[in-house]
């Protein structure tokens, strides 16, 4: 006769090992009948057409090739501009050395008029340190301190400064776009080449035909920035080349005008002052002197 005690220890454990079969049973189950349904949801998935990656690479790579072509615009904009800036400063230094070198004295050279170019802004910002200087009329600044020569020097130097200033505008422009542009076209080509290979690879198939075509419109890209590049380096380096030959003769000819203004001990006269004028408005004129009588008894043979 079996024990109450046992009895009662089988009775409570099939009681608590029925829910769990009866969940375990019911999960397996829903689990066979979700796996058809997921099976469906991956095989849609899958055969989704990858338009994603097209319209990324798409976007990328004619965002660079705009971009590189505002490279192209730009850059051929201040070459043109460039070229035009120094075919008129080299007309313009030339007529006035000419002139500047014709003139009979230093002071005639301070009356040239209709003067154009970077000489003639030298010579003028010398020219009027001179006159500013002439008579005490200088004023007692700091801009002023020093003797005629210091201040002289001081304002032809400020001013080959700003012609070198305007010499050197656009030519970083120019460096900038020769030194990123195939790197910009690089980067398109790589991202041209990432949308291919993704399209390639949904289609199964890799043939030659399927290849080329793509990659070939990626390397298009790297093409075109060196395209771009190129006329930039080109340019930059023609530009320096002619800057340094404009900046030569500048500094040149303000050596030339320090020493000639030294020779005049750094004066000139105003123009229109050659004659002293009276209080009336008369200009005194030198008569000679008058022969006393003696001497005109002796030209006469008298003696006295």
């Known amino acids: 006769m079996a024990d109450p005690t046992t009895a009662a220890a089988e009775i409570s454990q ?3 090992q029925a829910p769990i079969a009866g969940a375990v049973s019911g999960a397996q189950s829903v689990a066979t009948d979700l796996a058809p349904a997921a099976a469906n949801v991956a095989s849609s998935v899958a055969s989704a057409p990858p338009v994603g ?20 615009v730009v850059t051929w904009a201040l070459i043109l501009i460039k070229g035009i800036q120094h ?19 230093f002071q005639a050279a301070s009356a040239l008029q209709d003067n154009k170019g970077p000489a003639a802004r030298i010579a003028e910002v010398g020219f009027a340190t001179l006159l500013e200087t002439d ?64 399209n390639i690879s949904k289609s199964g198939s890799a ?4 290849v080329a075509g793509p990659i070939g419109e990626a390397l298009v890209a790297t093409a075109i920035g060196i395209a771009v590049a190129v006329p930039a380096v080109i340019g930059y380096n023609f530009f320096i080349r002619r800057n340094k030959v404009v900046w030569a003769f500048l500094d040149d000819f303000a050596v030339e005008f320090g020493h000639l203004a030294l020779k005049t001990s750094f004066l000139i006269k105003r123009t229109g002052s050659t004659s002293a004028p009276t209080a009336r408005g008369e ?19 008298v003696q006295v």
């Open 14 to 16: 099939a009681a608590t």
């Open 53 to 72: 990656p097209e319209i990324t690479s798409g976007l990328i790579v004619d965002g660079t090739l705009d971009v590189l072509i505002a490279f192209s």
């Open 87 to 105: 075919l008129r400063i080299g007309y313009h230094n030339r007529a006035y050395s000419k002139k500047f070198w014709s003139a009979k004295d």
């Open 135 to 198: 008579g005490g009329t200088t004023t007692h600044d700091l801009e002023h301190t020093g003797e005629r020569q210091e201040l002289l020097d001081r304002r032809l130097r400020q001013q080959l400064q700003k012609e070198r200033g305007s010499l050197e505008s656009g030519l970083a422009i120019l460096a900038t776009i020769g030194s990123i542009s195939p790197f910009v076209g690089l980067f398109g080509t790589v991202w041209g080449i990432m949308g291919a290979l993704t």
């Open 207 to 210: 043939n030659l035909e399927v």
């Open 283 to 301: 200009t005194l004129v030198k008569k000679p002197a008058l022969k006393s009588n003696n001497e005109d008894l002796e030209t006469n043979g």
